[in-house]
């Protein structure tokens, strides 16, 4: 049957009386709306709950589903006796079977290998303990998130309705996450004006049942924010594909700088225009055609380096016509992949070691996207999607303290001894000297106490 109803709930376990000890009635109005979506479940008398939590297993490549036929969960590392407070489940094996079924016709990395531990996360027990307030006579299928891109998340929502299609059970859905938590001064974890930013459009978007929105926030911006759930929201989101939904948020607060949104969406009929990750893959084509077609000279030969040594396995020769700069200057340069926003190689040379800045950007291409030791070898599958940035660094040169850095204008280098570190300048999370530093230091293996020299030089970046 196809499902009935999706919700986003949040999990603080200080919503709860046993865990709040009063400290929840600062946060009623979330209280009462997951109450409200409590009594819709109760109400559509669900089989079937699929439930996606941030904190279930997680791994980089794979998503789990968790296995076995029952499971419980407590709140004992929120100081809550196991004895006062148990939820217990019933797993519904049949849906994961026909679940994992469609995972791999499509592609999608899923199953129930890889279980350390059993027992249900606190972004389970939260919601699943408003919802046995109103309702219990359900199975369940639990969920955990992967490190996959987006698309990948909202294609496992398209699974599991595949799955719900097949099944003879009316099912439910229930995403599991908090907003941004970073969302206001009250936050323990830091205020940034991007987790209030992120919080603000995220709700408006749920508001308007607005899924396009949840795939096309930037990664950096997300990150910034801090933000728990969006990858739980975009599996919902998948899994009501091409459904016209009745969207409602029900509430939003951010009490302790944590945002909480709670929010309904019913189905209610089809509809060609809401198939987001369509939509999603037209926006995304377009945008790496625009910026493939605006790459100077020194990317694009970036990209012809990688391209042609991934397509042949050999180092390509310097293409003909070049400006005469690239030939005639020497310096040090880095060759910098993102795939999505998100960082898929950086290899690069203090100082040249080659004849000619050209050069030196076809060898540190090649060496970016095929010798990172944090990244898997680009394939040729990922050529399409990757985007280049080329810096060519200036001599650097001492400096005696952080007074003379300015990490949006000067990279730095540290060294001590045979070790070695640098950070390029301007870089998405770096704001300050001290950090610049600090991650050197991290990258060339120096402890702080260690005596270290400094060094600043400045790049310029062709994208």
């Known amino acids: 049957m196809p499902i009935t109803g999706a919700f986003i709930m949040p999990h603080p376990p200080i919503i709860l009386p046993l865990v709040g000890r009063g400290e929840e009635k600062k946060i009623q109005k979330t209280i009462t709306s997951c109450r409200a979506v409590a009594e819709k479940v109760a109400a559509s008398k669900p089989e079937t709950i699929v439930l996606t939590s941030p904190h279930s297993i997680m791994y980089a490549d794979y998503f789990h589903i968790s296995p076995g036929v029952r499971a419980k969960g407590n709140l004992r590392k929120f100081g809550v006796d196991e004895n006062v407070f148990q939820i217990n489940v019933e797993y519904d094996c049949d849906f994961i079977s026909a679940l994992i079924d469609e995972a791999v016709k499509h592609g999608i990395p899923a199953g129930t290998q890889g279980e350390e531990d059993g027992r249900l996360d606190h972004g389970v027990t939260v919601p699943l303990a408003f919802i046995h307030e109103q309702y219990q006579d359900f199975k369940l299928v639990r969920i955990g ?69 949840f795939l096309t ?6 990150e910034k924010a801090a933000e728990c759930g969006l990858r739980s929201f975009i599996v919902m989101a998948g899994a009501l594909d091409g459904r016209e939904v009745k969207s409602e948020l029900l509430s939003y607060e951010n009490t302790f700088g944590v945002g909480y949104g709670v929010a309904s969406f019913i189905p209610c009929g089809e509809s060609k225009d809401r198939k987001f990750l369509d939509a999603y893959k037209e926006l995304e084509d377009s945008r790496l055609t625009e910026i493939k077609a605006n790459e100077d000279e020194y990317v694009k030969l970036a990209r012809y380096s990688i391209e042609s040594y991934i397509k042949t396995g050999k180092t390509a020769s310097l293409p003909k016509n070049l400006p005469e700069e690239m030939l005639t200057r020497k310096a040090g340069v880095f060759v910098s992949l993102k795939k999505r926003g998100v960082l898929r190689g950086c290899i690069g040379t203090i100082s040249p070691v080659t004849i000619n800045v050209a050069d030196e950007i076809l060898t540190n291409a090649v060496s970016a996207a095929a010798n990172d030791p944090r990244f898997e ?24 303290s952080t007074a003379s850095l300015d990490s949006a204008r000067y990279g730095v280098i540290v060294t001590s001894g045979h070790k070695r570190g640098l950070l390029l300048p301007n870089l998405e999370g770096v704001d300050a000297p001290e950090q610049q530093i600090e991650i050197a230091l991290r990258k060339a293996g120096i402890r702080e106490d260690e005596t270290f020299d400094i060094e600043r030089f400045e790049v310029v970046r062709h994208k």
Do not use: W
């Open 217 to 222: 926030f930037e990664e950096s911006f997300t």
């Open 145 to 213: 998130l992967s490190g996959l891109p987006r698309r990948e998340h909202y294609a496992l929502g398209q699974c599991i309705a595949k799955a719900a299609n097949i099944s003879e059970s009316s099912v439910v859905f229930i995403a599991s996450g908090d907003l941004s938590h970073k969302a206001s001064p009250a936050s323990h974890y830091g205020y940034v004006a991007e987790g209030e930013l992120f919080d603000k459009e995220i709700s408006e978007a749920m508001n308007i049942g607005d899924f396009l929105k």
């Open 377 to 400: 070898p680009v394939e040729a599958s990922e050529l399409s999607e990757i985007v280049y940035s080329v810096d060519v660094l200036s001599p650097p040169e001492p400096v005696k």
